[in-house]
């Protein structure tokens, strides 16, 4: 919402975006109108703005859809979240033994912006800027779990629900009975669904330009359920510092 310091038609335009994303990357003119609580022709003059500058583009359908442009900001804004977050990611790994790693949603799927790894010689290899699968993946089912269940239905919709072991979840009704568990504990698990032999603990960083995840994993052998009970306070701790600096930031 604008306010005394910032120019209204900025306002406006960024809170299209965000919309639009909330939606799950495209609306309609009415839809758009509607969350906006704006005129269809104000709107229109907007979104019209928006695509010229690439931000935004019209489908055949009419309807709208995030622009090519953002990808550009969007992995700028992740490697400086990554590099930020990095002191954090070190720390976890040291107190921990295990990788940590930090992920956010990008085109619906998670990517890895940065990740400080165990010193053990068994370990996750998981390079930055590699692309998952939310579905079934610690970090990706915790971003999820941070949208509607509408957005998540049309995320798989697009992308699908491709099994990456026995274990991952194929069926998105039951991917969003879990999305239910995942948000009233306040972490994820993934428990052999990417990696057979691998386990993963996740949790949130709110205050992200985009839904973010902070986890630790490592072999299941290691990362047991007692391990989780240690890790997950130190995880939402860092989580929470990491939130903090990006306000501070903003």
Same mark, same amino acid.
């Given at each position: 919402?604008?306010?005394? #310091?910032?120019? !209204?038609?900025?306002?406006? %335009?960024?809170?299209? &975006? $965000?919309?639009?994303?909330?939606?799950? /990357?495209?609306? +309609?003119?009415?839809?758009?109108?509607?969350?906006?609580?704006?005129?269809?022709?104000?709107?229109?003059?907007?979104?019209?703005?928006?695509?010229?500058?690439?931000?935004?583009?019209?489908?055949?359908?009419?309807?709208?859809?995030?622009?090519?442009?953002?990808?550009?900001?969007?992995?700028? #804004?992740?490697? !400086?979240?990554?590099?930020? %977050?990095?002191?954090? &990611? $070190?720390?976890?790994?040291?107190?921990? /033994?295990?990788? +940590?790693?930090?992920?956010?949603?990008?085109?619906?799927?998670?990517?890895?912006?940065?990740?400080?790894?165990?010193?053990?010689?068994?370990?996750?290899?998981?390079?930055?800027?590699?692309?998952?699968?939310?579905?079934?993946?610690?970090?990706?089912?915790?971003?999820?779990?941070?949208?509607?269940?509408?957005?998540?239905?049309?995320?798989?919709?697009?992308?699908?629900?491709?099994?990456?072991?026995?274990?991952?979840?194929?069926?998105?009704?039951?991917?969003?009975?879990?999305?239910?568990?995942?948000?009233?504990?306040?972490?994820?698990?993934?428990?052999?669904?990417?990696?057979?032999?691998?386990?993963?603990?996740?949790?949130?960083?709110?205050?992200?330009?985009?839904?973010?995840?902070?986890?630790?994993?490592?072999?299941?052998?290691?990362?047991?359920?007692?391990?989780?009970?240690?890790?997950?306070?130190?995880?939402?701790?860092?989580?929470?510092?990491?939130?903090?600096?990006?306000?501070?930031?903003?």
């Amino acid at each position: 919402m604008a306010n005394g #310091a910032s120019v !209204q038609s900025v306002d406006r %335009a960024i809170d299209l &975006l $965000e919309i639009m994303t909330d939606l799950g /990357g495209d609306a +309609a003119l009415s839809e758009l109108a509607a969350a906006a609580e704006l005129p269809l022709p104000t709107i229109h003059r907007l979104m019209r703005t928006l695509v010229v500058r690439g931000y935004a583009r019209q489908l055949p359908s009419r309807r709208y859809t995030l622009g090519p442009r953002l990808i550009r900001l969007g992995e700028s #804004a992740g490697r !400086q979240l990554g590099a930020s %977050a990095r002191p954090h &990611l $070190e720390r976890l790994a040291r107190e921990l /033994g295990e990788t +940590a790693n930090l992920a956010m949603i990008d085109r619906d799927m998670a990517v890895y912006v940065a990740q400080a790894s165990s010193s053990h010689s068994m370990r996750m290899f998981t390079e930055v800027g590699r692309r998952v699968y939310c579905h079934c993946t610690g970090v990706g089912k915790m971003v999820l779990a941070e949208l509607p269940d509408r957005t998540i239905r049309e995320i798989v919709g697009r992308v699908g629900m491709p099994p990456a072991t026995d274990l991952s979840i194929t069926n998105v009704d039951d991917l969003l009975t879990e999305m239910t568990t995942i948000r009233e504990q306040g972490y994820a698990v993934d428990d052999g669904e990417q990696e057979i032999g691998v386990r993963c603990f996740a949790v949130p960083v709110k205050d992200a330009p985009t839904p973010t995840a902070l986890s630790v994993s490592g072999p299941a052998a290691r990362v047991t359920y007692e391990f989780g009970e240690t890790a997950l306070p130190l995880l939402h701790e860092a989580a929470k510092a990491i939130s903090a600096e990006l306000l501070s930031a903003g």
